[in-house]
């Protein structure tokens, strides 16, 4: 059985029980509702604003390892605690091969597939109700797509496959390449599209997609409530990014414009998980208290020693610890300052990863002059002189590379960069014996 995708029909369903939009989404059971049966058909507006928050809510599952474990097999980053698959495993420590039954290779894909699945329960359930128009209907599905296609992206980038079709939990789909795997992903997030173009949204999402909304012109500076036209924006988003790593440079730079990309803006402007410490809630994963013993995030040296002088994104995202950090057999002077608190926000798509995406795109495209002029946004933002290299793709690529391992540092995103740009030669063995993995394996149990 297909455990970490196959959802038992009758199991526990996750609603809602604060505000949506606060800043808290807690999960527990409804005892009133304990399985799919009081949503599959006729569910009331009511149930289809829980399955929103629960999908929401999955979005930030398995976040902690996919960061860590990624981190980890692309030499940004230790994880020192005490299992020893943190620095052995994923290391290839003395040619040991990576486990496909251990939590690395499963707590991100359960993750994932998790809120895949709540996404499907909402879309069949908002198909299936007299309770609500047909433009309402379609503001639940085209959110729903949009996140589902979100979350493949992240199962592609860390296990290089996926399986896309798993609305039948008792009948699913292959386990696909990436490139079939994109092109799935692209097409479910123009059907996102359409929906939301010709959808209305009748509910809130958390505060962390506040930043989608608009000013009250009669109010400032209360925000309006979430329309789908704001939700576009994100979906466009997600779209672009989709485009670049499919390798479709044009369709990337259309889709960037429709987002809330903004090449001047703010690079912190975007959608962020939100987190609290409330009774069924999340805190956030990746937090580390400053200067622990046995359980912190130590930066590999490569990223301190190899970083331009004066780059400040070294200072703002790290920090020398007091007493430097060792296990088995590996050290580290820094530790993580990603986060100042469990509660914390994670950044789901800031404007940041937009503008190197637009790079990306305009490389792709061959318009070499707007790649450079948006890698020296990214350069000027953390106090470097603007890039002065040749205009051409191959300098041009190489540049992009390095701003992505400095502002995307320890999220999930360096090993992808790695593995698509064949860079597995350029990372440390950082050890004897050690070697260099760029994808998860996929869980045992979906071989079986």
């Not at 526990?12 to 009081?38: A, F, K, Q, Y």
């Not at 805190?283 to 580390?288: A, E, K, Q």
């Not at 290299?389 to 400095?406: D, H, I």
Request: aromatic share 6%; proline share 4%.
């Amino acid at each position: 059985m297909k455990r970490y995708i196959k959802i038992i029909k009758y199991s526990m369903l996750i609603v809602l029980v604060s505000v949506l939009n606060s800043c808290t989404i807690d999960e527990v059971i409804d005892p009133n509702r304990p399985s799919l049966d009081g949503v599959e058909s006729e569910a009331i507006i009511g149930q289809l604003n829980e399955l929103v928050v629960g999908v929401e809510s999955t979005l930030r599952n398995g976040l902690g390892i996919e960061t860590t474990a990624s981190g980890t097999m692309a030499r940004e980053l230790y994880l020192f605690d005490a299992d020893p698959r943190n620095t052995g495993d994923l290391l290839g420590k003395n040619g040991i091969s990576l486990d496909n039954n251990s939590f690395y290779s499963t707590a991100q894909w359960n993750g994932n597939y998790r809120c895949i699945k709540n996404a499907n329960i909402l879309i069949g359930a908002a198909q299936n109700t007299s309770s609500i128009t047909p433009e309402e209907a379609l503001g639940y599905t085209g959110v729903a797509k949009t996140f589902a296609a979100y979350e493949l992206i992240q199962i592609i980038k860390s296990y290089g496959n996926a399986r896309i079709d798993v609305s039948d939990e008792d009948n699913l789909g292959p386990i696909v390449g990436e490139a079939e795997a994109l092109a799935a992903v692209r097409a479910m997030l123009d059907e996102g599209l359409s929906d939301l173009n010709n959808g209305t949204l009748i509910f809130g999402l958390s505060s962390g997609f506040d930043v989608l909304r608009q000013v009250d012109p009669d109010n400032s500076p209360a925000l309006l409530p979430l329309t789908a036209n704001d939700f576009v924006s994100f979906n466009r988003a997600v779209a672009a990014m989709a485009a670049v790593y499919a390798g479709d440079g044009n369709g990337a730079l259309t889709a960037i414009n429709n987002s809330y990309f903004d090449l001047n803006g703010s690079l912190t402007i975007g959608p962020r998980h939100v987190f609290s410490l409330s009774p069924g809630d999340q805190s956030n994963p990746v937090f580390r208290a400053p200067d622990l013993n046995g359980d912190q995030i130590i930066v590999h040296d490569s990223w301190i020693n190899e970083a331009e002088a004066g780059d400040t994104r070294v200072t703002s995202k790290t920090a020398v610890r007091i007493d430097p950090q060792g296990q088995d057999d590996l050290n580290g002077t820094n530790e993580t300052r990603l986060y100042a608190s469990q509660l914390s926000s994670i950044d789901i798509l800031r404007n940041e990863e937009l503008i190197l995406l637009y790079a990306e795109a305009s490389i792709l495209a061959g318009n070499l002059g707007d790649a450079a002029t948006a890698l020296t946004v990214i350069r000027n933002s953390a106090n470097l002189n603007a890039y002065t290299g040749p205009n051409t793709p191959e300098a041009l690529t190489a540049e992009l590379l390095r701003q992505r391992r400095y502002s995307l540092w320890s999220e999930n995103s360096r090993l992808y960069d790695v593995r698509r740009y064949s860079l597995q030669s350029t990372l440390p063995i950082d050890r004897a014996g050690d070697q260099v993995f760029t994808s998860l394996p996929i869980p045992l149990s979906e071989n079986n």
